[in-house]
Structures are given as structure tokens and as C-alpha cells.
């Protein structure tokens, strides 16, 4: 008698309900996220350097007149001072590859294609290694540093309900297989046909009878008459 085989590892436990609400919520997030940089990536591939530093001397114009020394406001006017045409398309490409990306990928994982979530997870660690190389080797920014622990707790939470949707979908999958497997193995060991002790094929007709092969009709009564 064989033993049934014990299961490799218990199954990954779903989500909670509060943990998996504000997993949906961080990928909106990051949807939205993606959003903003293709808008963002859109201007910049639309609009000449000279036109982006009007527009942001527009919209820094009334915080610089409240607080001239402004370090965002600063900061973007001298950034904006100094694009060219290189640069805007540089960064262009950068956000609208980015963008699109983050916005299929969230899309695909909200509809529950269990593929889609590896590849969310390997985008957001790219993000988090350049991002900890910029907090680290460039400058220090508090804003990039909660982005960065925001992404890796994405992370942990996408592949907690990777794992829990993949063994769901396995537990249900493999008796399928396994009933499968079965029906196919009785189909080919049935419908065999029985030969004769003798080895032979069947015979058809009387020929085969007690009386003996070659004798059609035996030794019949009326015969002897």
C-alpha cells in the first residue's frame, strides 16, 4: 500500500482584510504615480526649455513673493534655467517609459494576472536600488527616503498576495490534473480484447465447437442412420 506524499510547505496565508486594502491602495497610488509622470513626461516633449521655465516662473511667482527664499521654488527656477533641448528629451523618455510601465503593470495586478506580479515587484526593486543610490551617494532627501521605504513595503505586500494567489490557484488546479491523469490511465488499460487459451485469435462461427475443428456437424445422431 502506498503512502500519499506529504505536501512540500503549507500554503501562503491570504492577506488580511486591512493589509489588502492597503495593498489595492498603494497600487492606486502608484498608478497615479505613473499618471503624473507621463503628463509630466508629456510636457516635457512638447514644450521648448524656454516655455517650461515660463510656466514654472508662473507658478513659483506668488510662493517667491511670500518667501523669497523659497528652496523649492529656488530650486526649480535654476533647474528649469539651465534645460536644453537634450536634457527635456532625455527626460521625456525617461518618465513616459516609466509612467506607462508603472500604469500597465498596476492595471494587470488589479485584474488579478498572477504573471504580472513578478514584474511589479522587480520594477519597484529598481526603483528602490536607484533611489537608495541617490539618498546615499548624491544627496540625501527625506521625500525620496519615505518614497523609497513606501516602495519597499509595496513590495513585501505584492509578494505576500503573489504567493497566497499562487497556492490558491495551485490547490485548486492539481486534483483537476490529478483526476485527469487517472481517467486517461483506465481509458488505455480497458477495452483490451481476450484471446483464447489456446493463443490464438477467436474463431467465428460453429468452428470453434466442443466437437472438434473440421467437423462441422459432429457426430450427430442421424448421422449414424
Keep these: 500500500m502506498t503512502t500519499p506524499t506529504a505536501s512540500a510547505g503549507a500554503p501562503a496565508k491570504p492577506l488580511s482584510p486591512a493589509l489588502d ?23 516635457l516633449l512638447f514644450l521648448s526649455p524656454q516655455a517650461i521655465e515660463h510656466v514654472v516662473r508662473v507658478l513659483t511667482a506668488h510662493e517667491l513673493s511670500e518667501d523669497p527664499h523659497d ?11 539651465h534645460l536644453g533641448r ?12 516609466h ?18 506580479y513578478p514584474w511589479l515587484i522587480a520594477l519597484l526593486l529598481a526603483f528602490i536600488a536607484y533611489q537608495l543610490y541617490q539618498i546615499t551617494a548624491v544627496r540625501f532627501s527625506a521625500g525620496l527616503a519615505a518614497l523609497t521605504v513606501f516602495d519597499a513595503f509595496l513590495v513585501w505586500l505584492t509578494w505576500r498576495e503573489y504567493r497566497s494567489k499562487r497556492d490558491r490557484r495551485h490547490q485548486v488546479t492539481a486534483p483537476a490534473a490529478a483526476r485527469s491523469s487517472q481517467d486517461q490511465r483506465g481509458e488505455g ?20 465447437s466442443p466437437q472438434g475443428p473440421g467437423r462441422p456437424g459432429g457426430d450427430h445422431p442421424r448421422d449414424r442412420r
Design 21 to 43: 486594502k492597503t495593498f489595492k491602495v498603494g497600487l492606486v497610488l502608484k498608478g497615479l504615480d505613473g499618471v503624473l509622470e507621463v503628463a509630466g513626461g508629456l510636457l
Design 71 to 81: 528652496m523649492i521654488a529656488r530650486y526649480l527656477l535654476h533647474t528649469t534655467a
Design 86 to 97: 537634450g536634457t527635456t528629451l532625455f527626460g521625456a523618455i525617461y518618465l513616459l517609459s
Design 99 to 116: 509612467g506607462i510601465t508603472k500604469i500597465v503593470l498596476v492595471a494587470l495586478v488589479l485584474k488579478d494576472k498572477l504573471w504580472a
Design 189 to 208: 488499460g480497458g477495452g483490451q480484447p481476450v484471446l483464447s487459451a489456446a493463443g490464438g485469435a477467436p474463431r467465428a462461427g460453429g468452428q470453434d
